[in-house]
């Protein structure tokens, strides 16, 4: 496709002759509603809102549907084209329940946004008027239908149509009672089901697992990666400090990355923000009995002066690259030999062939550009220092300290606190060598050492 100049609202900009009119609009902010279009779905063309004058058209067509053509003049503005979407916004609400109080979409809803930018219109339709669907439907996988409030845009059949391909969603009836349902006998059941929450422009498919424990308003999104596996999807963390409490994580949404994970995550991945919250090891246990950090750091000293034999730590592949850098440079500074075992983190029947990954520490490509060791020890330790590694319970010692982000069932020698990603910050190395930083999102009230905090700490201790 060679590349034209096209006119939009007066200013000239230069896009492929041949593609989509909309992405032109998208990627240069000019704003334009719409609701059936998805960068992932393509045009569909069917809620007529994201209407443009096109010079020499008679009337107002979808820019979802028109391609770039050589010298194309496109108005995205003025009274004829806003009165035009201000009547398509009412047509599409004629039925709709305007719920919004009592609806987990608001704040981020487009009907909402488009209303308050393009219609404040007086309605024509009395609420009694109006056709009503049914508003409590469990469609499987996490998400709730609420018929009425759909503007039968497609997004979610398209998601299920063309993307996954499970075909669980369809829309059936005509006119007005046309509405979202599951196939006859089928409920929504895919790895990826819960991304049509939030394909959906509106409050009409929800995550049971979000809905009604956060106003969207009270949260801040943080970037991140998610941990799950080593695809490493970009995500948001969505996350609150509620007055005296700790800050909290409601969800994890995915952030576009064309490289990684284009503009959805897996239901495990997107879920496992829970598993951060939850059992976490907060004090400080030394044989057995929580102890006060300067009591921990002086055990940590004595143990680790009275080692006999070797001295092996154990790293958890999942750590960020900064912290496995410190953890390396320390085993080495104390003589000791260090590993990274992987074999716990394969995992077959977790993969499949988009996004999820059988290798599941979200940081193994790290661990094998540092060149630290991947197979689990053999030999028995005078001591072993392990850093939130699951298999640190297998490997024969005298002592153990483990340093760990959630209670286990096994006792060690000394058992301190780890923090979790969230609360950390870091590069990460995708299965296809892509780095990517996380920021830190959560700061707890009584904050829990990262690696690093720790290991500057043993080190102080040292000299
Ligand atoms: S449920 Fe949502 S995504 Fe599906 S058609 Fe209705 S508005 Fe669109
Ligand atoms: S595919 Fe892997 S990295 Fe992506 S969301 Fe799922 S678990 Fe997380
Ligand atoms: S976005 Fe163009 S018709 Fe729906």
Known sequence: MSQTEVVIDDKRFV????????????????????FCYHEALGADGNCRMCMVEIEGQKRPQIACDTLIKEG??????????????????ELELINHPVDCPICDQAGECKLQDFYMDYGLYDSHIDQADKVHHQKHIDLGSNVMLDQERCVLCARCTRFTADITKTHELGIIGR????RVSTMPGKKLDNPYAMNVVDLCPVGALTSKDFRFSQ?????????????????GCNIFIDHNREKYKDETIYRFRPRENQAVNGYFICDEGRLSYKALQENRQVERDRNGAVCSEAEALKAYCKTLEGAKGEIIVLADPNLYREELVAIEAYAAHIGASLYAPLEHYRDEDFADDWLKSSQRAANAKAVEILEIKTTLPVEKAGLLISFNHPDAAQIKAEKVISFQTHIGKDAYDLTLPLAVFS????????????????????????PIPTVIEWLTQIEGGDK
């Open 15 to 34: 896009a492929k002759e041949g593609s989509l009119l909309i992405d032109l609009l998208i990627k240069h902010n000019l704003k334009v509603p719409y």
């Open 72 to 89: 194309m003049v496109v108005r995205t503005k003025g009274e004829n084209i806003e009165s035009v979407r201000r009547n398509i916004l």
């Open 423 to 446: 609360e950390s910050a870091g590069t990460l190395v995708n299965e296809e060598g892509i780095e990517q930083y996380c920021p830190r999102a959560i700061k707890r009230n009584e």
């Open 215 to 231: 106003r969207v308003w009270f949260l801040t999104s943080t970037p991140s990666v998610c941990h799950g596996c080593a695809k």
């Open 175 to 178: 006119g007005d009672h046309a």
